[in-house]
């Protein structure tokens, strides 16, 4: 809620006065919330937009720092990406059917891109503003299989170079509205797809 997003992030002192919530009034899926956050940044004085969860499954602020650490050493990196499956991630608290099927995924996702990342669904990001100007974002899944696609896309262009960061997840205590089954087959549809229209 924006309530909760205010108290637990646009109120600590260093950001309140540079920081403002853009409530939606309707659910318009996922992905597409997503693509409405990168226009609004797009067009703001910003150098770097970042994507977190506002369900809290990772400190944002230890997550935020962890990136811009990363980008600090990395200065030629595009994004960075939180994985939840990098080597010094802790994932005890993330559901063990949720962790088998990302595996599934993450192995079946490279098998179709011949491309590698350790945790291709993941949704939490940091991305340079030019980077992120230069992908066609708009024509992506308005679902929760926005990420999928974007982090393909990122593996697939040349110009863009991708760091990885572990990302600490504990599951939400509000749950998820994701359907694993529906999602999972739609996702298999996708890479699927991709891989035959690749081949």
Partial sequence: TVDQINKTFVE???LKKCSSVVAKNQ???YGRSIKQ?????LSRDVSHIVVIHGDLQED????INRQLDYLAKNSSTNVVLAS???RESDISSYSLKRRIGNHFFNFFTKVCTGQVLSDFGTAMLCI?????SNIEYSRLSDSWHFHPQLNIIFCETPEI???EVELNWKDSEAGSSVQLIRYGLTLLKILSTYWWIKN
């Avoid at 956050?37 to 940044?41: A, R, S, T």
């Avoid at 944002?60 to 997550?63: E, H, I, S, V």
């Avoid at 340079?128 to 992120?132: G, H, I």
């Fill in 60 to 63: 944002p602020y230890a997550l």
């Fill in 128 to 132: 340079s503003k030019e980077s992120l």
């Fill in 37 to 41: 956050g990168f226009d609004h940044f």
């Fill in 84 to 86: 939840r499956f990098f």
């Fill in 27 to 29: 659910n318009d899926g």
């Fill in 12 to 14: 600590r002192p260093s």
């Fill in 161 to 163: 170079s991708i760091g």
